[in-house]
């Protein structure tokens, strides 16, 4: 909608006077690293981050919830959850953008989830762009993840003195309403272009294939011996899921008292690497091999996802690399299943 600019020394500012009207979310140091947190102080916010042990995906689906509770099971009286406040999440990367563009497509199809919509809905996205790969398990140019045209209400970009702000709709206009920004003149909009143009050689393709032949190359690997072999390594964890920014895997349980009278029906974030998840009744377990569970997790991340909802399942953010305490990571494995092939179709 507009381009305009903020200085950096009312950047605190900004954020303050979002404080009294929503629940704001960003980036802050944690435990020596950083995390999404919901913040009370602009000083809290950390711009310059690398990335975060959890994405900022947990604002829209949280670890577990409340879906809702039960005052009086015989009389068949429920309570609904309540709703989340209006939120702001701060300092999104442009790969988790695209992961929550994932969420959105995924939560508003098929049996849209009400308590997804309610969040996403009640939800302003201030994104930022990335100058610099987050470490070396970052792989987001290869996935195409390291930009983002759409799906925030403002966009950052660091000039050095000021950050440009990309307004894309009404809700990022009215935030900025009182606040002190001018808007881009030429020479801004000559800064814009020579910052963006000059980041791209900053980030290394890692993938060493187009990300556009990743899924053929999945469906001619099915039968891979490197599944066994990643099997053989894999201590079913969940940590590589349970960081990831387009997992969306959940357990839903019900918790009753003795009376079976009061209770409430609660959501959790599930994992398919689990030993447990592909339990069904009579005790059978259809991926008891953890064999099939790295197989499956890979297939959905560039194969599944994209058939059922038109997007990749891995935007390259590296989270599960970093979590992984037997190094099996996405890119190795992508790029073996590769060289596999071009070796003449070696499994």
């Not at 981050?49 to 009286?77: C, D, H, R, S």
């Not at 939560?107 to 990335?130: A, L, V």
């Not at 071009?342 to 499994?347: D, L, M």
Request: charged content about 25%; some cysteine.
């Amino acid at each position: 909608m507009s381009l305009t600019i903020l200085k950096k020394e009312n950047l605190n500012h900004f954020i303050e006077s979002l404080l009294p009207h929503y629940r704001v979310g960003g980036p802050v140091e944690k435990n020596g690293g950083f995390a999404f947190e919901e913040i009370h102080d602009a000083s809290e916010i950390r711009l310059d981050y690398p990335t975060t042990i959890l994405p900022p995906k947990k604002f829209l689906l949280p670890v577990k919830e409340t879906l809702f509770e039960i005052e009086n099971a015989t009389q068949g009286k429920i309570k609904p959850a309540q709703a989340d406040p209006p939120t702001v999440i701060f300092g999104v990367h442009t790969c988790d953008l695209h992961a929550i563009q994932l969420l959105d497509k995924v939560f508003t199809s098929g049996h849209p989830d009400p308590h997804y919509i309610q969040r996403r809905q009640n939800t302003i996205i201030i994104s930022i762009e990335c100058l610099k790969p987050c470490d070396e398990h970052s792989f987001c140019k290869s996935m195409g993840t390291l930009s983002a045209d759409e799906n925030f209400d403002i966009h950052m970009l660091d000039l050095g003195d000021s950050y440009a702000l990309d307004v894309f709709s009404e809700k990022g206009q009215q935030l900025l309403e009182g606040i002190d920004v001018q808007p881009a003149t030429q020479r801004d909009v000559e800064s814009i272009n020579r910052v963006l143009s000059g980041k791209w050689q900053h980030f290394p393709y890692r993938l060493d294939f187009d990300v556009n032949d990743l899924p053929p190359l999945l469906d001619m690997s099915m039968n891979s011996s490197l599944w066994d072999e990643l099997g053989e390594r894999c201590l079913a964890c969940a940590a590589c899921t349970n960081v990831c920014p387009t997992c969306f895997c959940f357990n839903v349980k019900d918790i009753v008292d003795l009376r079976l009278v009061e209770g409430k029906r609660e959501r959790s974030w599930d994992s398919c690497q689990l030993d447990a998840f592909a339990t069904v009744a009579g005790g059978h377990n259809f991926r008891e091999d953890r064999s099939l569970r790295q197989r499956h997790r890979f297939m959905r991340k560039g194969k599944y996802i994209l058939n059922a909802h038109g997007y990749l399942g891995c935007v390259g953010c590296g989270r599960c690399a970093r979590a992984c305490l037997v190094d099996i990571t996405p890119v190795k494995v992508f790029n073996e299943l590769y060289l596999r092939q071009i070796a003449g179709g070696r499994s």
